[in-house]
């Protein structure tokens, strides 16, 4: 098992970024909150999982350990393959599918890509007592990002122009969670820009 890469960023895509390890490329896919943490030329630690499948071997690469354990405890449930998973990451950090699963939360669900209504039924039956308990206190949720201010608009637009929406609905995303910053800033805190785009991705999802 690779646990973990880590060496300088060689280069960014939408879906994956590509990490120099001792003179090779090591393709990992990444969630767009964890891409967006990223840059090239910069060094960067991401925890792994590989995928072995007939024909690919597939290495998924995450923010901390805690996004890798639950990606992997997300395909215990039947139907749930790694990219499923590594979506419902994309939307909702670790700790918020825990409070999801724990209370029986079916809209969080549906508001992950690929998942609807009997889905999340069902997965809510499954992992209802597999991911555990909520590890961060209150209503805060730990989302993946380097706390950033000028520039988090730039940022969050061209991950979500890199997931496939379209420049329009990027910039309605964008202004949906502008507030959501601004309070972040007046609180004297960064926005991050992992925890902003989970919260323009369920806008959109909603949207649609």
């Given amino acids: 098992m690779i646990a973990f890469v880590s060496g300088p960023v060689a280069a960014l895509a939408p879906d994956a970024a590509v990490v120099e390890v001792g003179g090779i490329g090591m393709a990992v896919q990444c969630t767009p909150a964890t891409l967006a943490t990223l840059r090239v030329g910069q060094p960067a630690r991401l925890a792994t999982s590989l995928v072995v499948r007939e024909d690919s071997l597939t290495l998924y690469g995450f923010a901390d350990d805690d996004e890798r354990q639950t990606f992997e405890l997300l395909q215990t449930a039947s139907g749930v393959g790694p990219r499923l998973a590594q979506a419902m990451l994309a939307v909702h950090s670790p700790d918020a599918l825990r409070r999801a699963f724990a209370s029986g ?25 597999r991911l555990g308990e909520p590890v961060a206190s209150g209503g805060s949720q730990a989302g993946v990002g380097t706390p950033v201010s000028a520039g988090w608009r730039d940022q969050l637009h061209a991950a979500l122009v890199g997931l496939g929406y379209a420049t329009r609905e990027a910039d309605e995303a964008v202004a949906a969670v502008t507030p959501q910053a601004e309070a972040a800033l007046a609180e004297g805190t960064q926005p991050q820009v992992g925890h902003l785009l989970r919260a323009a991705l369920q806008t959109l999802n909603r949207a649609r």
């Fill in 105 to 129: 939360d079916e809209k969080a669900l549906t508001a992950v890509p690929g998942i609807g209504k009997k889905g999340a039924q069902k997965l809510l039956l499954e992992l209802k007592d």
